[in-house]
């Protein structure tokens, strides 16, 4: 099968720092990429074109065949005949000249540039069209008309890649709404660019004003599981796996059960992420930010998220061995599928970091019960050998996520003694020694009192005595009792000399 002499290609890509994935993934190509909306959908034998982002199709396969040494010959050419469905010829050009790049002799890597003048002439048609009736539609003053006009110009940008130009256009739409409905149809539209442009921060804006347009009905209701997983996807392409797992886990159960072939079907998010992304995402996220006692209780028991975490066996039973304490079989488990998840589009960058996360807090967890533990028993609890537990110990330390010592001359990890009698008594000692300079101060202002030597506060200062209960915070009690009480008694050369040191 082609991919297993990996081309020079690859090569090159991995001195550049690309991610390369040698390994076959347990993903079959055909069906995997079945699950997710393209532009078109094929209904009896017509391609009809509908909406979605109508990207991820593309962007799936195009990742894969750029990164995979595997399936890059079936996910070029499945990215190069996506392409040609839609009007994109930038992405068509890149997918055929990566092809051309990898497998010279391969036909479909070679450009067909009537097809792309053809497109082009198309596309420029088609743009030209929409603005005339747009331009119509606000000669007539008609709102819900100049309304739709910028939607479907917004949509044909988007089908042709113009992301910053459908965003403009989707924007503009916002004076022409007439109704809470059509505001949350611009803000899905705009979501949706958002996600293809990765501009997270415009992804959460928008999930929260939808949120927050008006009383809840049941429009939203049926989008309430994309607008979870949305905000989910934006913050763990942020970093932020709790705040990620927490959406994920909150995601309405409906998504699971939706028609990805349905384009009728509301609660399908296929042009974006499928519930089987969800429970992936979710339950790595969660793994990653989550102690054992939130895993069982918001993952293994949470009912909603089960019917996707049935969708991903594997995701539910890494997550039942972390909460074990088997750590090993976790992790082994995990790593079988991380060829997968390298190729995927929106966790790839996130896999080596979440993956580090588990695996720090299934160490630290490990260690909690010993006093020390030697590395062959590290090594072999986790399956890898002395040396990497030694540099992931090391590491560990360093960055203070394991309060232990390293004894290199044993091997041994020893746990920090701590001695909580010699804790209570220093406590006790500062307890102690607060108490009597706080009495002391109080008996000091009961004798100045009753010698008549208080000094009375200045107009506006409130309470005469109150500078002593409150002593300005630059200048020390004791300064203010020796200036303010005793030196009033005192020669007037004598007492500024003192003054001023």
Known sequence: MAGRIEPEYFERARQKGRVIVREPPKLDLDAYIANYKGIYARFGNVDVLRYGTGKT????????????????????KGAISEAR???????????????????????????????MDRTTKQVKAETDRLELELKG?????????????????????????????????????????????????????????SI?????????????SIRQTGPKSVELEKIAAKLSAAMGLSHMGLGSYREAAREFLNTDPRMAGAKPDDSADDESYSEVMTPNDVAVYGGLCALASMSRDELQKKV???VSFR???????????????????KYSSCLSILNSYKPDYLLDIYLQQHVDGIYCEIRTKAIRQYFIPFSHVTFSALAASF??????????LTSMIKKGELDARIDLVDRVLLARKSNPRNTVHAGALSTTKEYGDTAHLRLMRMEIINAGL?????KGRGDARGWLNNPAPEEPLSDRIAGDVFLPTMDKSLRSGLRNG
Not at 95 to 103: M, W
Not at 307 to 325: C, D
């Open 300 to 302: 293994l028991d949470n």
């Open 454 to 458: 208080e000094v009375k506060g200045k």
């Open 383 to 392: 399956d890898t050998d002395e040396a990497t537990i030694e540099a992931e």
């Open 307 to 325: 019917n996707y975490l049935e969708l991903e066996p594997q995701i539910r039973r890494a997550i039942s061995f972390f909460v074990a304490g």
């Open 57 to 76: 199709r593309f962007e799936r396969l195009f990742l894969i065949g750029t990164c995979s040494s595997y399936l890059y010959l079936e996910a070029l």
């Open 196 to 208: 293809d442009q990765r501009n997270w921060a415009n992804v959460q804006t928008n999930v929260a």
């Open 137 to 193: 539609y606000k000669n007539n003053l008609i709102k819900e008309s100049i309304r739709m006009g910028y939607d479907d110009l917004g949509q044909h940008y988007h089908r042709v890649g113009a992301l910053a130009d459908s965003t403009k256009a989707f924007g503009r739409m916002r004076e022409f709404c007439t109704t809470p409905s059509h505001v949350v149809i611009m803000k899905l539209r705009l979501l949706n660019v």
């Open 85 to 115: 469905t839609g009007r994109d010829v930038v992405r068509y050009g890149d997918a055929t000249a990566t092809l051309h790049e990898i497998v010279p002799e391969e036909p479909e890597g070679i450009l067909d540039l009537g097809w």
